[in-house]
């Protein structure tokens, strides 16, 4: 049961949600526009959505995004672009959603790194290195073999930071990362993730890729995907637990929410059946498909946070505060 504290709680914050994975004009993956609402409705403020991966081209990112700037632009009762920090406060205020942009991989712009500067203008802010295979840029998660940040892996690294962009680590191989937070001048992120500890999936992270993020001041998402939670309905209970663990590692300063709500998972499953490679699990006969709690489920978990005595502004931190404490110095 919500408690009056927590719900006055939730309405006065900022809740950040650090991805939705929007359906992109040539892909569908069970999470179209539509859902945004939801996001509104449950009185989330800020939530992101990518353009492009590693498997789109320019041509592919140029369209999209164009497509997600009309979404944003023809609802300005309910949407608000989020170039700034200020634009998400400014969502609260006004009980709309701040819709930032990212991208999934960067082969998108194959060796054109200069292009990044062209697509920030447009709305870029955050940027993941690699979508689960292997890239020009480092290895990914998914694959067997992880040869770790190469030279023009670096190069991009700091083209990204240089033109004031967020460089996220979800999906990128675990060599890879560490190498990137070696290196790094600014706090990292990895947007959607779980925890290895509490359940071993290729997606999730070790303690030592904490440690190393929260020595670059960097914030991890936690993903709602049951996959990478290991609980077969993506519970909030569960989630708490991998929450938690970050907590007691590193401290309620690196971990924020990045759950990556699907809302048609059953077209999700047909595209993972397709992508055995990425997803081998789809393989398994007693795969059950991908489930996810939803964003009004939310509130749920910042009562948990509160149950088990975490101080308000630790959570405050944690609903938002983090990322936000990020952006605010990348943007």
Not at 7 to 32: E, Y
Not at 132 to 152: H, K, R
Not at 176 to 197: R, W
Not at 296 to 312: A, R, T, W
């Given at each position: 049961?919500?408690?009056?504290?927590?719900?006055?709680?939730?309405?006065?914050?900022?809740?950040?949600?650090?991805?939705?994975p929007?359906?992109?004009?040539?892909?569908?993956?069970?999470?179209?526009?539509?859902?945004?609402?939801?996001?509104?409705?449950?009185?989330?403020?800020?939530?992101s959505?990518?353009?492009?991966?590693?498997?789109?081209?320019?041509?592919?990112?140029?369209?999209?995004?164009?497509?997600?700037?009309?979404?944003?632009?023809?609802?300005?009762?309910?949407?608000?672009?989020?170039?700034?920090?200020?634009?998400?406060?400014?969502?609260?205020?006004?009980?709309?959603?701040?819709?930032?942009?990212?991208?999934?991989?960067?082969?998108?712009?194959?060796?054109?790194?200069?292009?990044?500067?062209?697509?920030?203008?447009?709305?870029?802010?955050?940027?993941?290195?690699?979508?689960?295979?292997?890239?020009f840029?480092?290895?990914?998660?998914?694959?067997?073999?992880?040869?770790?940040?190469?030279?023009?892996?670096?190069?991009?690294?700091?083209?990204?930071e240089?033109?004031?962009?967020?460089v996220?680590?979800?999906?990128?191989?675990?060599?890879t990362?560490?190498?990137?937070?070696?290196?790094?001048?600014?706090?990292?992120?990895?947007?959607?993730?779980?925890?290895?500890?509490?359940?071993?999936?290729?997606?999730?992270?070790?303690?030592?890729?904490?440690?190393?993020?929260?020595?670059?001041?960097?914030?991890?998402?936690?993903?709602?995907?049951?996959?990478?939670?290991?609980?077969?309905?993506?519970?909030?209970?569960?989630?708490?637990?991998?929450?938690?663990?970050?907590?007691?590692?590193?401290g309620?300063?690196?971990?924020?929410?990045?759950?990556d709500?699907?809302?048609?998972?059953?077209?999700?499953?047909?595209?993972?059946?397709?992508?055995?490679?990425?997803?081998?699990?789809?393989?398994?006969?007693?795969?059950?498909?991908?489930?996810?709690?939803?964003?009004?489920?939310?509130?749920?978990?910042?009562?948990?946070?509160?149950?088990?005595?975490?101080?308000?502004?630790?959570?405050?931190?944690?609903?938002?505060?983090?990322?936000?404490?990020?952006?605010?110095?990348?943007?």
């Amino acid at each position: 049961m919500i408690s009056d504290t927590t719900q006055s709680f939730w309405n006065n914050s900022i809740i950040w949600d650090m991805l939705f994975p929007i359906d992109l004009p040539d892909q569908n993956l069970g999470c179209p526009p539509k859902y945004l609402k939801h996001y509104i409705d449950a009185g989330v403020s800020f939530t992101s959505i990518a353009f492009a991966e590693d498997a789109s081209n320019l041509d592919d990112a140029v369209k999209a995004i164009a497509s997600q700037r009309q979404l944003i632009q023809s609802q300005p009762n309910l949407f608000i672009h989020a170039l700034t920090i200020d634009d998400v406060m400014r969502a609260k205020i006004e009980g709309k959603l701040a819709i930032g942009m990212q991208t999934h991989g960067t082969a998108w712009f194959g060796k054109n790194v200069g292009i990044l500067e062209v697509f920030r203008e447009l709305g870029l802010r955050v940027v993941q290195l690699v979508f689960n295979a292997s890239n020009f840029v480092g290895g990914g998660c998914s694959d067997q073999a992880d040869g770790g940040l190469t030279t023009y892996g670096v190069h991009v690294v700091r083209e990204i930071e240089r033109r004031k962009m967020v460089v996220d680590l979800a999906h990128t191989g675990y060599r890879t990362t560490l190498d990137v937070m070696n290196m790094a001048e600014k706090p990292l992120i990895f947007s959607h993730v779980g925890i290895m500890a509490l359940h071993p999936h290729y997606r999730n992270l070790r303690d030592d890729q904490i440690l190393a993020l929260a020595k670059t001041g960097g914030v991890i998402g936690l993903s709602g995907n049951n996959a990478y939670i290991g609980d077969e309905h993506g519970a909030m209970s569960a989630i708490f637990k991998h929450l938690d663990h970050v907590v007691q590692l590193v401290g309620p300063d690196h971990v924020g929410f990045g759950f990556d709500f699907v809302f048609e998972t059953e077209v999700l499953d047909k595209w993972a059946e397709g992508m055995t490679s990425e997803w081998p699990a789809s393989t398994d006969p007693n795969w059950k498909g991908f489930r996810f709690q939803r964003p009004k489920d939310v509130i749920n978990l910042v009562q948990l946070m509160f149950d088990h005595g975490y101080p308000e502004k630790a959570v405050k931190k944690i609903v938002s505060g983090n990322f936000m404490r990020v952006c605010k110095e990348i943007w």
